[in-house]
Antibody, heavy 122, light 108 residues
């Protein structure tokens, strides 16, 4: 079955760069049917979209985070990655990677990773 | 702030019907999706498109749309439906994804 798994440091210092990778299995990342996205959820709060990437490299970012976010894809490893620079305590959150299905009309995130908690602290 | 507005909390008696709504201008142009999230778990998709359920989602979950409002209806709510529910869609530009603030559903 399709699985997404986040990996990366759980603790990041303020002003540094948060880096996470999502490994995709059970489906080709090289598909015209999907985008690949990152979503985060601060403790006790709601979901916030960070950005999406298509396997050919086109990206879409949340305007409120765009200046600090880079999402990239490595099709040879079936992975896509998130970098968020100049982090502060406000970036502490559970970070999810997810598959966005662009064949479903409403472009839903139909498969999610389990999420990884990243804490920004010195 | 969010481009999609949800009531923060809703309650329903066991076995009764509950409607959770989501409002936003972009919903006049784009379909929405609905997610269920239980504590400590990742969200799962329950409704997408006009009114479609992924495999494994009970048929007591349904979706609808009218004007700038979409709704998730649970007909005959069960105890296991107690969770946070989020809507999402695209923003007015069509290029970006937005989530509603979430609705906490309590089953009494």
């Amino acid at each position: 079955q399709v699985q997404l798994q986040e990996s990366g440091p759980r603790l990041v210092k303020p002003s540094e760069t948060l880096s996470l990778t999502c490994t995709v299995s059970g489906v080709s990342i090289n598909s015209n049917s999907y985008y690949w996205g990152w979503i985060r959820q601060p403790p006790g709060k709601g979901l916030e979209w960070i950005g999406n990437i298509f396997y050919r490299g086109s990206t879409y970012y949340n305007p409120s985070l765009k200046s600090r976010v880079t999402i990239s894809v490595d099709t040879s490893k079936s992975q896509f990655s998130l970098k968020l620079s100049s982090v502060t305590a406000a970036d502490t959150a559970v970070y999810y990677c997810a598959r966005l299905n662009n064949g479903y009309g409403s472009y839903p995130f139909d498969i999610w990773g389990q999420g990884t908690m990243v804490t920004v602290s010195s | 702030s969010s481009d999609l507005t949800q009531d923060p909390a809703v309650s329903v008696a066991l076995g009764q019907t509950v409607r959770i709504t989501c409002q936003g201008d972009s919903l006049r142009s784009y379909y929405a999706s609905w997610y269920q999230q239980k504590p400590g778990q990742a969200p799962i998709l329950v409704i997408y498109g006009e009114n479609n359920r992924p495999s494994g989602i009970p048929d007591r979950f349904s979706g609808s749309r009218s004007g700038n409002t979409v709704a998730l209806t649970i007909t005959g709510a069960q105890a296991e439906d107690e969770a946070d529910y989020y809507c999402n869609s695209r923003d007015s530009s069509g290029d970006h994804v937005v989530f509603g603030g979430g609705t906490k559903l309590t089953v009494l």
